[in-house]
């Protein structure tokens, strides 16, 4: 630890400075001298110490004045000063201007040792927590978010402005964008990132349900609460609530989260007592809710309370130099996870991924990188180990369940439609492909 | 380390064999030749009245300018309480990857403690010291080994704990510093 540690002796007398520097040097330190004040204040200027080891009485400049010009300089240096016994008072001042500590002239061999190294444990707990500080908050990010297309770099940038202060917001755009990623980022960049971030997919809940996950509900409220339980915006306390999907949700639950958002209180489903929380609320959408507005099937109200910012994230085909390196990112995750050695891609592959379309944007690229290494050589992925590199035909005015019921209409009858095959090829399971089958009424054609 | 020849220099009265024993055990563990000789050095000229001791700084650049052929390393021995201006007292100090270095046995004694004279245990701890000293002057860092010799002693109890054997980094340290 101590050979990382720079310490700055600030003496005039000689005799002191080379007995510390010598005690110092023994210890693993990194030393360094000065004889007076105006020495020491021109190495910091040119070079930072962790610790400045410095006597109070000094011809000159003295050690108090030195010592704010350092803190004044950088605040993080660690100043220890050294009196003769007379002089306490002026320490104690020193310590009331900032200090670390100080210790008298002579010093007990033990005290000196003692006061360094614990300084010297201070400095490294606090790199080590700063670097930790990083380290969570890069993870939490924006990592996944890749993009240097000036659209994206928008996001970026209204997210940075968005994040520090408490307002909602409402992150649109089409499906497969990332807007969940952007709310994350959002949230992890904002003064709540200690606090929760809690998802509730509103698209994924029943009318009844979705009101018992957003507001919890007491024992016996209905058929099957057999306990307390609480709401997502109760666990949301001091943090962010991710409202996915919000255009999907009833005109009843609107009323209520309308009132939520007013009062930031509520009541559990069966309860009688006021509950309140400290949230902040982002939603996503990939509806034109002003447009529902209009079409009188979402809340005026309610979508000027949530719609204070709003972030459009731009589809994928109109990013188009984002793809090489959302594609290399995700070669890297994918092979990193699957224990395999770093692909490449073939130029005709790569040309072919930048002039797609991609209606399932980012999501669906990340699928077809994935499925490419999964299928592939294992060295580049090639035209033929992309789906459109085969006989699938997308265009830009497709859905997304119109290319999903073609391209399994083309794996079923590729195996003829046997079930089991074709869900393995489809990586799902056999009734989740029955359900497809079913959902896009698909048939084998034959009688 | 066998290019060394470090001789101890000895200021006032030692036991007969006292040093000449510590010379032996210090050849074993640098793996060199150890003199010893008696020097007649005026101690009063580094005695500090108002501290009631010796400055071992001084006497430690008076060890560092004397001319002995023959020597790598002068490691001056003493029986009188050292002092630096920083600290209350030192067992011993030397010269970072220098040549010298200087001991001293007074705070070593057990009689400093209120407890019964024990030459033996004043051996063992002057041995230590010794080659404490002499492992700063070849670059050694202190050591944070529990039993290496030059891991750092406040007290003599300290030193008590310790064995007289560098431990396999400090080794490796001093080989590496010595090609």
């Given at each position: 630890m101590s050979k990382n540690i720079s310490i700055l002796i600030v003496d005039d007398e000689e005799s002191v400075r080379d007995s510390l520097y010598n005690w110092f040097i023994e210890d693993g330190y990194r030393v360094e001298c000065a004889g007076n004040a105006k020495e020491a204040l021109s190495i910091i200027e040119s070079r930072e110490f962790d610790i400045v080891l410095a006597d109070i009485k000094m011809p000159g400049m003295d050690g108090l004045e030195m010592h704010r010009r350092i803190k004044a300089q950088n605040k993080e240096t660690i100043v220890i000063v050294m009196t003769a016994f007379a002089s306490v008072d002026t320490a104690v001042q020193a310590l009331k201007d900032g200090a670390y500590d100080y210790i008298t002239k002579p010093f007990d061999p033990d005290d000196l040792s003692h006061l360094v190294r614990n300084a010297a444990k201070q400095i490294t707990l606090k790199a080590e927590n700063e670097a930790l500080r990083n380290k969570m908050n890069e993870l939490e990010n924006v990592e996944d978010i890749v993009g240097k297309s000036e659209g994206m770099l928008k996001v970026l940038k209204e997210v940075k402005s968005v994040a520090q202060s408490n307002s909602s917001v409402i992150i649109s755009g089409e499906s497969g964008t990332g807007k969940e990623l952007i709310a994350r980022a959002i949230h992890f960049n904002s003064p709540r990132r200690y606090f929760p971030l809690v998802s509730v997919?509103?698209?994924?809940?029943t009318e009844s349900l979705l009101e018992s996950e957003l507001f919890g509900h007491e024992k016996g409220?209905?058929?099957?609460?057999?306990y307390n339980r609480k709401g997502r915006f109760e666990m949301a306390d001091g943090g962010t609530i991710f409202l996915d999907e919000?255009?999907?949700?009833?005109a009843k639950t609107q009323v209520e989260l309308l009132r939520v958002l007013e009062s930031k209180s509520f009541i559990r489903v069966g309860g009688n007592k006021e509950i309140s929380s400290d949230f902040r609320v982002i939603c996503a959408t990939n509806k034109d809710l002003k447009k529902m507005v209009e079409n009188g099937t979402f809340r005026e109200d309610l979508f000027y309370r949530l719609n204070v910012v709003n972030i459009n994230i731009p589809p994928l085909r109109e990013r188009v130099e984002d793809i090489p390196m959302l594609m290399n990112h995700f070669i890297i995750k994918y092979c990193t996870a699957m224990s395999r050695d770093m692909v490449t891609i073939e130029p005709a592959a790569l040309k072919r991924l930048e002039e797609?379309?991609?209606?399932?944007n980012v999501r669906e690229l990340e699928n077809m990188i994935e499925r490419a290494i999964v299928i592939g050589n294992g060295k580049e992925i090639r035209l033929a180990d992309l789906p459109m590199g085969k006989d699938i035909i997308y265009s830009s005015v497709e859905s997304l369940d119109d290319l999903e019921k073609k391209y399994i209409l083309q794996i079923l009858n590729k195996y003829d439609w046997n079930i089991t095959r074709s869900a393995k090829a489809l990586k799902v399971d056999r009734v989740t492909l029955y359900n497809k089958i079913k959902k896009y009424d698909l048939s084998t054609g034959k009688s | 380390m066998d290019k060394h020849n470090i001789i101890l220099i000895a200021h006032g009265q030692f036991e007969s064999g006292f040093l000449s024993e510590i010379a032996e055990e210090v050849a074993l563990e640098y793996n060199c030749s150890v003199a010893v000789q008696e020097s007649q050095l005026d101690l009063m000229n580094f005695y500090e009245p108002t501290r009631r001791q010796y400055d071992g700084y001084k006497l430690l650049k008076e060890i560092d300018g004397m001319n002995i052929a023959g020597y790598t390393k002068k490691i001056g021995l003493f029986r009188v309480d050292l002092f630096i201006?920083?600290?209350?007292?030192?067992?011993g100090q030397a010269f970072f990857k220098g040549n010298s270095g200087i001991a001293s046995l007074y705070r070593l004694k057990n009689e400093q403690y209120g407890m019964k004279p024990d030459q033996d245990l004043l051996f063992h701890r002057f041995r230590k010291v010794i080659i404490h000293e002499i492992g700063h002057t070849f670059g050694l860092i202190h050591c944070h080994v529990p039993n290496c010799v030059m891991r750092s002693s406040t007290y003599v109890e300290d030193i008590d704990q310790k064995r007289h054997h560098l431990c396999c980094n400090c080794r490796s340290i001093i080989a590496v510093n010595e090609e």
């Open positions: 997919h509103c698209g994924a809940l409220a209905f058929t099957g609460a057999m919000i255009a999907t949700i009833s797609f379309e991609f209606p399932g | 201006p920083i600290l209350t007292y030192i067992f």
